[in-house]
């Protein structure tokens, strides 16, 4: 036991002192120059004060702090860098100048660009070390996919207000006749059994029940099988400070998902308004749950993509292919912020249930708008976010408008210059894309069965899987200002965001 606890301790401590240190990267100084006439380290630091010269808004210390360096060290020299000098560095020298330095081979150029990529989680790990975590992570993201898929199942068999408790560090099933009759008990007072299970028997509500608590379950395990071995390869040395700040992100994500989650259900819990009302969630917590799940999933499968390809594809690419890729990357973008919309405006058709009604394709009712779209007793916003007719006419007008821009992006990549990866990757998203299109309306003219619900909401997983890939093909070789603002600043501020949301559901609830 003693025992246990000091190697808990130790990690502990391992994590503290990891998260504390400052990144510091080291670059050799090379004798001999390149094609550039520039010499490693040694030169880049001259040139960086000669040419940072003529620029406005470079701060005096780093100038002090680059010419000091270039008069001190010597070629073969070990020079310590901070991660923040070299994000300084990349961003105010001058664009010619960084060029070259991503040509010196083996020098600093290469730990800059090292430093401000991907290849930061991963630039001393063996291979072999890599896929351990590639293989964690993947596998954490798979679970993910599971989580939400066993959610909508849970939701689609309507079992997610069965357990009208929860605890934040989970609660014991019941095991004896008594508990069952207890949990029962609570249920009944609940709205949803007074309004539509009044007639449910103890067997019935046992398979509602299971199926809430394997939801509530597999997610916890899902923490522990992100939190242990995350600790092992921490106390291994696998997770650099820039890995461990993505990582610590992402598990605060989970577990404000989880509170996230119950804030949802407790809507759920609370007598309608009206006395015809059905009980169901809360729609915009609903969607606010499902986005945040799928922020997640994406989360970890960039991340585990970070690690598999730690150099951007197009490091290699010439001018040609490096021009097409940028124009490609400019107009997939915007379509993936398009998926992410449809996707979050489909949450709202889930959680109005809005697919049981209007269960023909293309016309509502025998109409291209329907008659109810606008419905006046509502305010606009909630018009267009709890009115069943004007939810599902947007969803259908966006799914559409991504089947659409999807096709024709596709048709442009097919005959432009981007290597053959980024072309496979954007045939997977046109066939995931079409398999989507069809299950929704399948899903529709069905009236929502749970097998096809569930498939369809599975499939848009798929769909941002494929995108992600594709996006991922198409990182470009250097970073620009926005991706250089991310990098420094993202972690912090979505860690911020994220705070803010678990304080503001948890003071809600
Ligand atoms: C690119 C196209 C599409 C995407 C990305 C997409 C995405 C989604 C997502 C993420 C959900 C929420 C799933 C859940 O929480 O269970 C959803 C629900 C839904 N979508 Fe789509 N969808 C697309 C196309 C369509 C089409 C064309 C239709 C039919 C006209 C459709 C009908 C529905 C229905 C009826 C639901 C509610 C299902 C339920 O209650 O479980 N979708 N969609």
Not at 169 to 180: F, H, I, Q, Y
Not at 235 to 247: E, H, Q, T, V, Y
Not at 274 to 282: A, G, M
Request: charged share 15%.
């Amino acid at each position: 036991m003693s025992k246990n606890v000091g190697h808990i301790a130790g990690l502990l401590k391992d994590f503290v002192n990891l998260a504390c240190r400052k990144d510091v990267f080291f670059a050799t100084v090379r004798e001999n120059c390149n094609t550039n006439g520039f010499c490693g380290l040694h030169s880049i630091s001259k040139s960086f004060v000669t040419s940072s010269r003529h620029q406005a808004g470079i701060p005096p210390g780093l100038l002090m702090k680059a010419e000091t360096l270039a008069a001190s060290k010597r070629p073969g020299q070990e020079v310590p860098f901070r991660l923040k000098d070299l994000f300084r560095w990349k961003s105010s020298i001058a664009p010619s100048l960084g060029n070259s330095i991503e040509s010196t081979s083996n020098s600093a150029g290469q730990i800059l660009t090292s430093a401000l990529g991907s290849v930061a989680f991963t630039r001393e790990l063996s291979t072999g070390a890599k896929q351990q975590l590639a293989w964690w992570l993947g596998g954490t993201a798979a679970w993910v996919y599971s989580m939400v898929v066993l959610g909508g199942v849970t939701r689609l068999t309507r079992s997610g207000l069965s357990m009208t408790e929860w605890k934040f560090t989970g609660e014991r099933p019941p095991l004896t006749a008594e508990d069952w009759r207890l949990q029962f008990d609570l249920y009944m007072a609940s709205p949803e059994f007074k309004r539509l299970h009044s007639k449910m028997t103890m067997e019935e509500f046992k398979f509602i029940f299971w199926m809430e608590y394997a939801h509530r379950m597999w997610g916890r395990v899902l923490g522990l099988a992100f939190l242990l071995p995350g600790s092992y390869f921490l106390a291994r040395g696998f997770i650099n400070p820039s890995l461990g700040k993505r990582l610590g992100l992402l598990f605060l994500m989970g577990g404000t998902q989880g509170l996230v989650g119950w804030w949802m259900v407790r809507s759920g819990l609370q007598e309608p308004d009206k006395q015809w009302e059905t009980p169901r969630v809360s729609p915009y917590r609903l969607a606010a749950h499902l986005v945040s799940a799928f922020t997640i999933y994406s989360g970890l499968v960039w991340t585990t993509l970070d690690i598999v390809y730690p150099k951007p594809l197009l490091a290699a690419a010439d001018a040609t292919t490096q021009l097409a890729a940028k124009s490609v990357r400019s107009k997939l973008l915007p379509l993936a912020a398009l998926v992410a919309v449809t996707a979050s405006s489909g949450a709202f058709v889930a959680g109005l249930d809005a697919g049981r009604a209007y269960n023909t394709f293309p016309l509502m009712s025998g109409r291209w708008v329907p008659e109810e779209y606008w419905d006046t007793s509502l305010t606009t916003f909630r018009n267009f976010f709890e009115n069943t007719a004007a939810v599902q006419f947007h969803h259908r007008v966006l799914a559409t408008l991504t089947a659409t821009s999807v096709a024709v992006l596709w048709h442009v990549v097919r005959s432009s210059a981007v290597p053959h990866r980024v072309k496979l990757c954007m045939d997977v998203v046109l066939g995931v894309t079409a398999v989507q299109f069809t299950l929704g309306i399948w899903t529709l003219l069905s009236y929502v069965p749970v097998h096809l619900g569930s498939a369809h909401q599975a499939n848009a997983l798929n769909l941002f899987t494929a995108m992600l890939v594709t996006l991922h093909a198409l990182r470009p070789a250097e970073m620009g200002p926005i991706s250089l603002a991310l990098a420094r600043y993202g972690t912090p501020a979505a860690a911020l965001a994220v705070l803010g949301v678990g304080l503001a559901v948890t003071t809600n609830y």
